[in-house]
Structures are given as structure tokens and as C-alpha cells.
């Protein structure tokens, strides 16, 4: 049985898996693949092999254990010399964002012959803003925060806001440690509104992390993703929102960076980061109404968001919803999806 996407968008331009399955053996192939790059975001075979291994495993029964009869019916083939297969002197340091991007397209090929148990594509992996420089009484720091966003929306449930990608093991860093370490102060940091990809279970939200620099100078470097391809939604859900990277965002001087940079920076500069959001599982229009109404009384969603993503009519005084106008209102898009 050879297991493909159902559509070429589950994929980057440059990134091509072939999953088949001949009895009890998964052959993973991933001819297609760009070459390696100048940048430090290559793998080697057996970083490409783990997110491999890991992305069977998240869909399997959790009490197989993690060892080598669990690895050894599964091969993985990369062309040598591609980002997936680097050979040196290529460079590797930043793999993480690759790896990501691999466990997505694998699961993307999954999919279709399981479509209960493949959940869609979260923010891409955990952003990276780094900080080296001089406070103001120049003493030398180095910061590093990272920061983690959400899952997409799974078969049976809705994806999870704040939380690190299946591929790691990390957690936020605390706003507080952050400004009692370093020469910053965290502006901004919570959940965006409207930024999970809808579905009849939605996608983890966005998160957003502010910072003004308050020391002399430093380098700043970024590590984010999916900006291009947002996450992608599965079963008739949506992708997620993009990410984003603003320097003195909302200012007359206010520059969009590219999701990887490295730029010099100044006292007072703010550096605004976006994760993306995560993709959608389902059908949007059948996702019930009272868990659509709960985020919009969390904060999770706004009125407008509620009836454009999901059909839903919310009364803004009593907070109710209007079943009735609902249940027309998702006739009408349905017949004129249907046309």
C-alpha cells in the first residue's frame, strides 16, 4: 500500500515524502527533497530517521516501548547530499526547524489512510529570540528565549493552546525571568485571538511575545517558521495563521524581519514575535456552537471570527447563541459551498 497527501500543500516547495507499507514494514522515502543549503538548518540521516520513528510512534498504541524492535521495521532513504541526508561541511546547528517540517509531512502523508488519528499541523516548532550585547553599565549578556506555541486540532478534540511541539521537550520561559536576567522588559505575552485554524475541532492559538530591549546594544537573531506555509488543517479544517516578526512594531520606523534574521539593535528597539497558529481538524460548520461560544467568552475568539470561521450567531448582549439563526446561517454556506 503506498500511503501519499491528499493534496501537495501538506508539503513546503522542497519537501517530498513517499510512505509505503508492505506487511509489517513502513518504508519512508523522501526523493524529491531539496539539496543541503549554506544554512545551518540541514539534517543528517538520523535526525531524519528520528522524526521518522517519531511521527509512527505518536499514532501507534503508547505502550509499544520506544527501543529497536519498535525502530527496526521502519526505513527511512534520503538522497545523500540533500537537507534531509547533509554531508559535511554542511551545517546542522538549526536542524530543529527541519525536523519539524519532516514529523508535519509524514503525518501529512499518514492522514489519509488514518484519518483518526492524524491531528493537524502545529506552529511549526519552537521560536528562538536570542539576544547578545552590552547593558547600560556595559556587562556583556546572552539571552535566549524560547518559545513554544500549539497543536492542531486532533480527530476528537480541539488542539492545545501553549504547549511545545510533539518534538520537543521545552516550556515557555517565564516573563519575570526574563526581566530579572537580562536588559529587557516583556511589553506583551498571551494568546491571539482568532488565530487557531477553525475546524469542527480548532486549532491552538498564536502566541505573542513583546520585548523592548533596554540595554546599550546587542545582535539580535530570530529562529521562526511557517510563515510562508502556514500549518495546514486536515479532514475540511483550515490552516492556521502565519507567523510573524516586527521590529518597533506599530511605529513610523516599523520593519518586518524575515522569519530566520540576525540585526543589529539599539536601546529602546522592540522586537514583536507572532507564532503561528495551528491548523484545523473537520469541518468547520460542525463544530458545536457552545464550545464556539466558550472561546468567545474566554477571549479566544471574537463575534466577528465566530460567524465568519464557524457559522455562529452570538448575541452580544446576552451572550447567547442564536440557534436558530446559526442553523441558517450554516444552510446557506453549505448550499453555497456546495454550488
Request: charged share 20%; proline share 6%; with cysteine.
Amino acid at each position: 500500500m503506498q500511503i501519499t497527501p491528499e493534496s501537495g500543500s501538506v508539503f513546503s516547495a522542497n519537501q517530498h515524502v513517499t510512505i509505503i507499507v508492505k506487511g509489517d514494514e513502513l518504508f519512508a522515502d523522501f526523493s524529491g527533497t531539496s539539496d543541503q543549503v549554506r544554512a545551518a538548518l540541514n539534517c543528517t540521516l538520523a535526525c531524519t530517521e528520528a522524526a521518522v520513528y517519531l511521527a509512527v510512534k505518536s499514532l501507534i498504541d503508547p505502550d509499544v516501548p520506544n527501543n529497536q524492535g519498535f525502530m527496526r521495521p521502519i526505513h527511512v532513504t534520503a538522497p545523500l547530499g540533500c537537507i534531509l541526508n547533509s554531508v559535511w561541511p554542511a551545517a546542522t546547528g538549526a536542524r530543529g526547524l527541519t525536523v519539524f517540517r519532516t514529523v508535519d509531512a509524514v503525518l501529512g502523508a499518514l492522514a489519509g489512510p488514518l484519518p483518526d488519528r492524524v491531528f493537524a499541523a502545529g506552529e511549526g516548532g519552537n521560536s528562538n529570540i536570542r539576544m547578545g550585547g552590552h547593558d547600560l553599565d556595559g556587562n556583556t549578556f546572552l539571552m535566549v528565549d524560547i518559545i513554544v506555541g500549539a497543536w492542531g486540532g486532533r480527530p476528537d478534540r480541539d488542539g492545545i493552546d501553549g504547549i511545545a511541539n510533539i518534538a520537543t521537550n521545552l516550556s515557555n520561559v517565564p516573563a519575570e525571568l526574563l526581566e530579572a536576567e537580562f536588559p529587557v522588559r516583556v511589553e506583551e505575552y498571551g494568546f491571539l485571538p482568532d488565530t487557531g485554524g477553525p475546524g469542527r475541532y480548532r486549532g491552538g492559538l498564536a502566541i505573542v511575545r513583546q520585548i523592548r530591549f533596554l540595554g546599550h546594544d546587542a545582535t539580535l537573531q530570530l529562529r521562526s517558521d511557517r510563515r510562508k506555509f502556514q500549518p495546514y488543517g486536515l479532514q475540511g479544517g483550515k490552516s492556521g495563521t502565519p507567523s510573524i516578526n516586527l521590529l518597533n512594531a506599530g511605529q513610523p520606523h516599523e520593519r518586518v524581519l524575515p522569519s530566520k534574521a540576525v540585526l543589529p539593535i539599539t536601546n529602546g528597539d522592540v522586537i514583536r514575535h507572532e507564532t503561528a497558529g495551528a491548523g484545523g481538524h473537520g469541518d468547520p460548520l460542525r463544530r458545536n456552537p457552545q464550545r464556539v461560544l466558550t472561546d468567545v467568552v474566554d477571549g479566544k475568539e471574537s463575534l466577528e471570527h465566530a460567524f465568519a470561521a464557524y457559522g455562529v450567531v452570538i448575541d452580544p448582549e446576552s451572550f447567547f447563541v442564536d440557534e436558530s439563526a446559526t442553523a441558517a446561517a450554516r444552510a446557506e454556506r453549505r448550499q453555497r459551498d456546495a454550488s
